[in-house]
């Protein structure tokens, strides 16, 4: 795709080209757009328009185009542990958004997060002489699922991951959509969307979360 085609994509373009994308990963066809050459190479080497931003997590097992089928150039890609928001990861995203004029930005959690399982421990059971640095993740994620304990009567474990996860996410995306003065110019004036989205590591399929807000 060339850069006058990058440009126009609007952000609800930028969405449905993601879900086709996770379309053909979950029924393991790659399409030839997604594979590196060197001729894509090169071109990338002088500019770059990524079509959408996706804030998520740095699990292992979450590689972002893969599971979106994009190559080269196609994402802007920020992987930070729990998928927090904190001053640095909001600057990437004002960075791409203003620099690139990207118009999608997604946030992806995914299914049994560590990050979210950690917070969730910590909240039961507090760690003595925590590193600090941890100890900065699971206080970003903390107020998104502290109100989820003690659980629901009948909640097993595993539905208060679920639950969590999908809380950290939303909390996420309401603290980029608030949490800066550029997004929201950007929002407001621009057609940005920023959504949340959840990626199941049993079924490979992502579900965005339009509604969040």
Not at 77 to 103: D, H, K, M
Not at 135 to 151: E, F, H, T
Not at 155 to 183: C, E, F, K
Request: with cysteine.
């Amino acid at each position: 795709m060339d850069e006058s085609e990058h440009l126009m994509t609007t952000g609800r373009d930028a969405l449905l080209r993601l879900r086709e994308g996770n379309k053909r990963f979950v029924a393991n066809v790659r399409s030839l757009q997604s594979l590196s050459s060197a001729a894509r190479r090169a071109e990338l080497a002088v500019a770059q328009q990524p079509f959408a931003i996706v804030l998520g997590c740095s699990d292992s097992r979450v590689p972002v185009e893969i599971v979106f089928d994009q190559g080269l150039g196609e994402l802007f890609v920020i992987r930070v542990a729990g998928n927090i928001v904190a001053p640095s990861l909001i600057g990437s995203v004002e960075f791409a958004a203003s620099q690139f004029g990207t118009r999608l930005v997604v946030v992806l959690g995914h299914s049994q997060c560590g990050a979210i399982m950690a917070t969730l421990e910590e909240l039961k059971q507090p760690t003595a002489n925590q590193s600090p640095n941890l100890k900065s993740i699971v206080d970003r994620i903390r107020p998104a699922v502290q109100d989820l304990l003690p659980g629901r009567p009948g909640d097993d474990a595993a539905d208060l991951v679920r639950r969590a996860v999908r809380a950290n996410i939303i909390a996420s995306v309401r603290q980029l959509r608030h949490g800066s003065a550029i997004v929201e110019d950007l929002i407001a004036s621009r057609d940005l969307i920023v959504v949340g989205a959840e990626y199941s590591l049993e079924s490979g399929v992502v579900e965005f979360l339009e509604e969040s807000s």
